[in-house]
């Protein structure tokens, strides 16, 4: 029975103490001589030895690709709870190269020496079986139950985490019955050493395996087999093993690297090619996905249809990364399926795929930060682009460069900076590049370089018929004008080009004010910003006081200038505002003040609050209106974006994004009628609103977010791009509704 995994090979090595060197130098030559595993033995008693777990650390450091597993791990002297944290930590550390091998444990008398309570066969069997669930369990930081343990581990209320960096696979060393079907209930391999093994022990054992599997509702091919060989086998009797007991995965128990490198030379690609030419004639295919993961699939989404070019990049509810997939920076989601295009050809697939599933929400990711959080959703499918992450310079002399949505700005902003070049682009790194490239993007540079879309000369757009097509101002312009600041509208941007504006060192500019007053700080913020040069843009972050402290304004953003005088000079009357209780300004490369993000998995939860309008000079009323909402406590977080300057330049019809005379972007998270009526009050004085900072899907905010005419041209470019309005979960423009399932682009913006 052939299960049809990879055929794999690995080595087990002895960790003497007396080189403690050499196992780690033969974990090195196994990766250098194409083995795939380097694996240990574990016998914590034996003086001998290396403790296994430091040793495979100092492996797993050693090397980049190979992966390192126990073989197998002693549990009984290997607390599961301990355990956990441990493999989880090593698989980290190394990038994903852990693999979990545990025994019920052996040489009882050693282990006793230790001050380990003996077990019977019965007992070590059953701390095995409550191990496994228990370690998974303690891997599983997404969900919020209690771990509980049981009679060997009887842990109460132990916390979650950390997670691994991908599903370890847990394989059992076993022979005996109980073991056995202990192993096709709960492993995911079993690796017995055939040095042990009796003729017709592998049927034997495989037939318990698959049967408890399935009386577990499993398949038997959810479990890999594993042999540790000697090595002195031939091609022709490994291959047989392959095809007949269905053994993968082949770890040769050597210490000799000569030996170690004929076998990897002469015998591991013999049977690879006998193994690929059986499989060839009879058809053998590799495992599906588990029943588990089968059973978590969403309804109406037709997954045996996927592209096979799709079908290693998509993630399902029941895959071990799904809970990287599933959030983004603010909202949790819970997707049908997440597919992950690596080529424009394969965005194509994906939106063809996604025409078939017109019923279901439609979510389009490039970064997943925007906190609108119409990048997930509820059952629907998402198109993650962000493996189109390439930065590319087209042409020193116009600063051209062309940049795929998956890209991270603070990723461009270091590629750039060898340049002496930059991009205004929001005000964290960890925004994609094509939600705030489509959007709008009001960044750190934007008074004196515009939004981010001013920047954009051209892009190639996959739009619903899976046709790609090149917008520019002399191809498709008015597709164009509608990608720059409604680009979620018509299509998916796959890679877009900017011109870069030449930037050096900046003053990064951080001030704290006490805002007691906070009408008088905000009027005289807003002034004081208009009549400052356009090489000063900075935001403002309100906050209500605080156990007994007064409100805060915080200060940030970005002084055009390497010159700490000019620096000084152009801060000196934002100093006046109010009485400073803070204060940092700093020369930085725009690279350094952009690199602000992590590299962590977005886990958001619940349901963004964002609410956003664009006014022009803050008069005393809407300063006055302002002050009300942050000393109610029903916005715990206010914030104020410079838009003028630059951003004035442009016309009001060169591009779908029209409020082209406002002064300052405006955000606050808030909840509650005290909020809903103050912030109704304020909405008196927007002139429009931006809709990457919007949350609400009532439909009159497109009225509101584009003047009538930009709308009526907005939806005849609609028609002509999208005219069976694949992409309508993103404020649709078709039918002047919002449609109620999130989806976006990510960024600060909406998705293209």
Not at 145 to 154: F, I, L, M, N
Not at 620 to 647: C, K, M, N, Y
Not at 687 to 700: A, I, K, N, Q, V
Request: hydrophobic share 40%; charged share 25%; net charge negative.
């Amino acid at each position: 029975m052939d299960y049809g995994y990879p055929i794999r090979f690995g080595t087990f090595l002895t960790p003497l103490a007396t080189d403690p060197q050499r196992p780690v130098q033969l974990a090195q030559l196994s990766e250098r001589l194409g083995y795939d595993l380097a694996t240990f033995q574990d016998h914590p008693y034996q003086p001998a030895f290396l403790d296994t777990w430091t040793l495979m650390s100092y492996a797993a450091a050693s090397t980049a690709t190979i992966e390192i597993a126990p073989n197998v791990l002693n549990l009984p002297l290997r607390p599961a709870p301990v355990t956990a944290r441990a493999a989880a930590s090593l698989d980290l550390l190394s990038g994903g190269r852990f693999a979990l091998g545990l025994g019920a444990g052996g040489f009882w008398d050693a282990i006793e020496a230790m001050g380990t309570q003996r077990l019977t066969t019965g007992q070590a069997v059953e701390a095995v079986a409550e191990a496994i669930p228990l370690i998974r369990d303690l891997w599983d930081t997404d969900s919020r139950a209690v771990v509980r343990g049981g009679q060997y581990y009887p842990v109460d209320g132990a916390k979650r985490g950390p997670s691994p960096a991908h599903r370890v696979p847990i394989w059992i060393g076993a022979l005996k019955p109980r073991m056995l079907r202990l192993t096709g209930r709960l492993a995911d391999g079993w690796l017995p050493s055939l040095a042990y093994m009796k003729p017709g022990d592998h049927p034997a054992g495989n037939a318990r395996i698959d049967d408890a599997a399935s009386d577990s509702g499993r398949k038997p091919d959810e479990i890999e087999r594993l042999l540790n060989i000697s090595g002195r086998e031939s091609a022709d009797q490994l291959a047989a093993l392959a095809i007949e007991d269905g053994v993968s995965t082949f770890i040769v128990a050597s210490d000799d690297p000569r030996f170690l490198q004929e076998f990897a030379d002469e015998i591991a690609p013999a049977v690879r090619e006998s193994v690929a030419a059986e499989r060839a004639r009879s058809g053998t295919s590799k495992p599906g996905r588990t029943m588990a993961a089968l059973a978590a699939r969403a309804e109406r989404i037709a997954y045996d249809e996927l592209p096979e070019s799709l079908r290693d990049a998509a993630i399902e509810p029941g895959d071990f990364d799904y809970r990287s997939v599933r959030s983004t920076y603010l909202r949790g989601g819970q997707p049908g399926i997440v597919l992950r295009p690596r080529t424009p050809e394969e965005v194509v697939d994906a939106v063809r795929f996604a025409r078939r599933h017109t019923h279901l929400p439609l979510g389009v990711r490039s970064g997943g930060h925007g906190i609108s959080g119409r990048s997930t959703n509820d059952g629907g499918l998402v198109i993650d682009l962000r493996a189109l992450s390439e930065i590319e310079v087209l042409d020193e002399s116009t600063r051209r460069v062309r940049i795929g949505p998956g890209a991270r700005w603070m990723d461009v902003a270091r590629a750039l900076e060898p340049y002496g070049w930059a991009l205004s682009s929001g005000d964290y790194g960890g925004v994609g590049v094509g939600g705030l490239g489509t959007a709008g993007g009001v960044g750190f540079l934007g008074r004196e370089h515009g939004l981010t879309i001013d920047r954009l000369v051209a892009a190639d757009v996959v739009l619903s018929d899976g046709r790609i097509v090149r917008a520019s101002a002399e191809e498709n312009p008015d597709l164009f004008w509608a990608l720059r600041g409604a680009g979620g509208n018509v299509g998916i941007a796959v890679a877009l080009e900017f011109e870069a504006a030449t930037i050096g060192d900046v003053g990064w500019v951080q001030l704290a004010f006490d805002a007691s007053d906070t009408a008088d700080f905000v009027r005289r913020f807003s002034d004081t910003l208009r009549g400052a040069r356009r090489d000063v843009t900075l935001f403002a972050i309100l906050a209500p006081s605080r156990r007994g402290q007064p409100p805060i304004a915080q200060v940030y953003g970005v002084v055009d200038s390497a010159d700490p005088d000019t620096i000084v000079e152009r801060l000196q009357p934002f100093a006046q505002l109010a009485p400073l209780v803070g204060q940092s300004v700093q020369l930085a490369s725009y690279a350094d003040v952009m690199a602000n993000a992590s590299d962590a998995a977005h886990s958001g939860e619940g349901e963004p609050a964002f609410r956003s309008g664009l006014i022009g000079a803050i008069d005393d009323e809407a300063a006055a209106t302002i002050a009300r909402i942050v000393h109610s406590g029903s916005a715990p977080w206010f914030q104020l974006r410079a838009v003028g300057g630059a951003i004035a330049d442009v016309p009001t019809d060169a591009t779908a994004y029209a409020f082209r005379d406002a002064e300052f972007s405006i955000a606050a998270i808030g909840h509650g009628e005290e909020f809903d009526q103050l912030w109704g009050e304020l909405e008196q004085h927007f002139d429009g609103l931006y809709l990457s900072f919007e949350s609400r899907t009532d439909p009159t905010l497109l009225a509101k977010a584009f003047p009538p005419a930009t709308l009526a041209r907005l939806r005849e470019v609609k028609r002509r791009y999208d005219p069976v309005g694949l992409f309508r979960d993103n404020f649709a423009v078709c039918t002047g509704a919002v449609a109620e399932g999130p989806g976006d682009q990510g960024g600060d913006g909406i998705a293209a």
